[in-house]
């Protein structure tokens, strides 16, 4: 595929780029030859050549296959030239699959340059993927299935880095993921001028929430083939620097003018990692792409640093990234530290790329259903079923394929294959959960003459709450029910939608019509951790149909809320506990960005609101009550139900836009009478986001990242309390875009972009939702409450949300012994949370944490009398702290605030 030089190479300039360096170093035509080596001497000059594949960007992914092989064999073939030449690999999907495919020989000799140590594993993963903006489960198995890969395919190399290229660094739980992951050190290269505006060292100590630490370093990832040309743009110190043997003193200015200008003034040690290559680039070449018509430009730099090393005292070598960190370990004393968050802000351009059929909602999904599938196979387990150790890992496999960091510019060759994979694992794991659930069903007793229903809780602490279920009716007699559950105890139910026995054939006796056939229902139930309870149907007297009230009203209210409606949508929540009121939370409005900058991250240049709305009552019972809206925002239409918990304090909205597309964003948004900082929910833990100090761009310099103002990323939820007050938001299904406006007091939680294609590249390689068009559904809530985040337990509510509970019909059996309600599986106190639960190399492991940041002592009930019980690291191999004290079915430990602790207990024989 050709694709025009001059306007790739533009494109690179707008990737990378540093444009703005030349301003923070001064002019380089002002620096001599002597003046270079008196300001480099002491360093360490590290060249770590490499080339970033993306899963799919400007080309087919044929393309990518083609050549990321071909990437490889340039390398192969430079290493077979020059004894001096390093290179490394860092994920399996992206690189090494297509090479191992398409090259094998290739292949095999990377292998051998391996036992060399001329090629570096880093980090080894399945994917590259966007670690701060995925959920915790994939993360860690990218890590810990990538490793197990390599250490098979490659066996002497040392995994002990973690290069995540064109990645952000990610919350305050990397370095705890990192280092139980297998990782000492940390690469990424994503932002850089914002992190070294705020004072950020190129070199530091990063220090997570519970404690861990890991030595990082950040910057670009590609010098000179990234546009890092000080004026002269990309590759413009090509030819300077290939004329070494001709002017010397020209090509170490040039070497210094290109890179070590920028990279050596915010770097304590001097200790420099040069990153050589970019986007799919050959290695030492420059990335034209359209090598048929003009070639693609090397740099023969092995020659440069071979005279370098002839004629300079300051060290310059090839090395690979766990070279370069070797290096760095000697000068561990001159380290600064950090803790807290790194970079709150993340992608502030990209969220809700793709509205709700973007490859984010994906990634939630099949990781949920997987975590899930684990989770009631671990379950089944522990009454004789088999579990699918093998299945799950090769679902896992799959499942990441939908990981690799580029998912806004998928193209519309791939996303349908994509989306096929998400479709297939997350039907498969369906499955297994099911299958799962029905081993179990098949153990519980009961009567056999009552409908006896299952209901299921795949989280370790007990919840209670409204439960949907579904009851089905084999004969026509009931017309009336009432819901009992396993202590013979009646509970609340709500009857949400009958079908009936309607048949007038002889199939059915006289005044069966209008019988229930089938019931879905609302029950409050309470259900045990990590286990299950039941209710049994019983047939009640009378006559009893669903509420369909379907009539116009201006607010719908409970004991603890009242939700007034108007024509613009939510007029106001009001707390009716705290006596707060929230004006136009929930509503969705749509930001206008009329003249957007590059990457779609343009001013906001108007807002529009809903209007026209019409409300309807649409449900009413004694445990929730639901309102709908048909209305417009501009010329999008859209639908909004309101729906008010009864027994609860939650809100939930669901929201289907039919989106006409143009340039811009929806959010869903909230006003606050009141100051306060937000709060994030991250994987394993939460951050303040206090904004006030990130060096936000203003449109001057077209590279800038930090473009959109008050932007932040979030897992699940955002927090907004204070002085006993607040409201939680719960997030939609993959989203993790927000935005406060502490002026305004407004939290906005960025469901869609819609973006109008600009260029060759956006019009012809943008996927079918790249534009925002069509019709999109989120689902999202809203928890006033009083206290802060923990005492409102809102990581909880948000767990709850994610994995709801499950039900199933159980059919009397002989033999059946279990009891109508059973806890298989619990940990105590409940600010203790699980993030997995599965069977592996003839064990279980049960991955606990501390999610509101307490220490204290953890009570853990398992299964089964264990024959040992150790905490691991998140590969399985042993770890000597937490110390965990362990008698038959108990163990206990102490933890850290913030804690990650992963039990690994085998069952006594």
Same mark, same amino acid.
């Given at each position: 595929m050709a694709v025009d030089r001059r306007e790739f190479l533009g494109m690179m300039a707008l990737l990378g780029a540093v444009a703005q360096a030349a301003a923070q170093v001064g002019d380089p035509e002002s620096t001599s030859y002597e003046e270079v080596r008196e300001k480099i001497a002491g360093a360490k000059i590290l060249l770590v050549p490499y080339s970033h594949n993306?899963?799919?960007?400007?080309?087919?992914?044929a393309w990518h296959w083609a050549r990321a092989a071909l990437i490889d064999q340039r390398a192969v073939e430079i290493m077979q030239r020059d004894e001096n030449f390093k290179w490394f690999i860092d994920a399996k999907l992206e690189r090494i699959d297509r090479t191992a495919e398409l090259k094998p020989d290739v292949y095999a000799e990377l292998k051998r340059f391996s036992q060399e140590g001329r090629v570096g594993i880093s980090a080894g993963t399945v994917v590259n993927n966007d670690n701060p903006f995925n959920e915790p489960e994939a993360v860690i198995r990218n890590m810990t299935l990538g490793r197990k890969f390599f250490e098979r395919e490659f066996p002497d190399a040392k995994l002990d880095v973690a290069s995540f290229i064109d990645i952000h660094p990610g919350h305050t739980q990397m370095p705890q993921i990192l280092r139980k992951a297998g990782y000492d050190y940390y690469r990424f290269t994503r932002p850089i001028w914002a992190l070294d505006r705020k004072g950020y060292k190129r070199e530091f100590i990063w220090e997570g929430l519970d404690g861990s630490e890991v030595t990082l370093t950040y910057g670009p990832y590609g010098w000179l083939a990234g546009g890092w040309g000080m004026g002269k743009g990309p590759g413009g110190y090509l030819d300077e620097l290939n004329a070494y043997e001709d002017d010397w003193e020209g090509a170490v200015r040039a070497l210094y003018d290109s890179a070590l200008r920028f990279l050596m003034p915010a770097s304590e040690t001097k200790i420099i990692w040069v990153p050589v290559g970019l986007?799919?680039?050959?290695?030492?070449?420059?990335?034209?792409?359209?090598?048929?018509?003009?070639?693609?430009?090397?740099?023969?730099?092995?020659?440069?640093? &071979?005279?370098?090393?002839?004629?300079?005292?300051?060290?310059?070598?090839?090395?690979?990234?766990?070279?370069?960190f070797a290096e760095l370990e000697k000068a561990r004393s001159a380290i600064p530290r950090f803790s807290g968050p790194v970079d709150p802000v993340g992608w502030p351009f990209w969220y809700g790329q793709c509205g709700s059929h973007g490859l984010d909602n994906w990634r939630d999904r099949v990781n949920n259903e997987l975590v899930e599938a684990e989770t009631y196979s671990a379950l089944a387990a522990q009454v004789g079923a088999a579990y699918p150790e093998a299945k799950m890992e090769d679902l896992w496999h799959e499942a990441l394929t939908l990981y690799p960091h580029d998912g806004l510019y998928v193209g519309d060759e791939d996303m349908p294959d994509a989306i096929e994979v998400g479709r297939n694992v997350t039907f498969q794991a369906d499955r297994l959960r099911k299958e799962a659930m029905r081993h179990l069903t098949r153990r519980i007793k009961t009567d056999g003459e009552t409908q006896t229903i299952a209901v299921f809780n795949p989280l370790v602490w007990e919840r209670q709450g409204p439960v949907e279920i579904k009851a089905v009716f084999a004969e026509p007699r009931f017309t009336k029910l009432k819901l009992v559950d396993a202590d013979g105890a009646e509970r609340p139910h709500q009857l949400l939608r009958v079908r009936h026995f309607n048949n007038s054939s002889e199939h059915l006796p006289p005044g069966a019509k209008n019988t229930y056939k089938e019931a879905w229902l609302l029950a409050d139930i309470t259900v045990p951790a990590l286990g299950y309870t039941t209710l049994r149907v019983v047939r009640v007297d009378g006559d009893e149909e669903p509420s369909y009230p379907d009539e116009p009203l201006s607010a719908v209210e409970s004991e603890f809320a009242r939700v007034e409606l108007d024509a613009g949508g939510v007029r106001a929540i009001h707390d009716k506990r705290r006596g707060s009121t929230y004006r136009r939370a929930g509503n969705v409005v749509f930001y206008k960005n009329e003249d957007p900058w590059p990457w779609h991250g343009g001013p906001v240049t108007g807002e529009e609101h809903i209007q026209g709305a019409r409300w309807r009552l649409v449900e009413h019972g004694p445990l929730r009550s639901s309102a709908k809206m048909t209305g417009h925002i501009g010329d999008h239409s859209v639908e909004l139900t309101v729906s008010l918990d009864h027994n609860r304090e939650q809100i939930d909205f669901a929201c289907d836009i039919y989106s006409v597309g143009g340039s811009g964003y929806f959010a869903a948004n909230a006003l606050f009478d009141f100051d306060a900082i937000p709060t994030a929910g991250i994987p394993f833990g939460a951050e303040p986001r206090d904004l006030s100090g990130e060096p936000w761009g203003d449109g001057t310099d077209p590279n800038e990242e930090l473009l959109r103002r008050n932007v932040f990323f979030a897992h699940h939820w955002v927090d907004y309390s204070a002085a @006993? &007050?607040?409201?939680?938001?719960?997030? %939609?299904? @993959? &989203?993790?875009?927000?935005?406060?406006?502490?002026? &305004?007091?407004?939290?906005?939680?960025?469901?869609?972009?819609?973006?109008?294609?600009? @260029?060759?590249?956006?019009?012809?390689?943008?996927?079918?939702y790249f534009t925002g068009q069509g019709e999109h559904s989120f689902r999202y809530s809203l928890v006033p409450h009083g206290g802060d985040w923990r005492t409102a337990r809102v990581p909880q509510r948000a767990a709850e949300r994610t994995h709801a509970c499950s039900s199933r019909l159980v059919y009397s059996r002989a033999g059946a012994d279990l009891p109508l309600s059973k806890s298989l599986?619990? %940990?105590?106190?409940?600010?203790?949370?699980?993030s997995s639960w599965l069977y592996r190399d003839g064990g279980y492991e049960i991955r606990l944490y501390d999610a509101v940041g307490r220490s204290g002592t953890v009570k853990v009930h398992l299964p089964m009398r264990a024959s040992s019980c150790q905490a691991v690291d998140f590969n399985g191999k042993p770890l000597a702290s937490p110390s965990i004290r362990h008698d038959g079915d108990q163990a206990s430990f102490q933890i850290r605030p913030w804690e990650i602790v992963t039990l690994r207990f085998t069952p006594q024989a």
């Open positions: 993306d899963f799919s960007w400007f080309a087919s992914e986007d799919h680039t050959l290695p030492l070449s420059l990335p034209t792409y359209n090598a048929a018509a003009d070639g693609e430009p090397t740099l023969d730099m092995p020659g440069f640093v &071979k005279a370098w090393q002839q004629r300079e005292s300051t060290p310059l070598r090839f090395v690979t990234p766990t070279e370069y @006993g &007050k607040g409201l939680a938001v719960l997030g %939609a299904e @993959g &989203k993790r875009g927000w935005l406060f406006h502490p002026e &305004k007091r407004s939290l906005e939680h960025i469901l869609m972009m819609t973006i109008d294609p600009r @260029g060759e590249m956006e019009n012809l390689f943008a996927n079918p599986l619990s %940990a105590t106190p409940d600010s203790i949370a699980a």
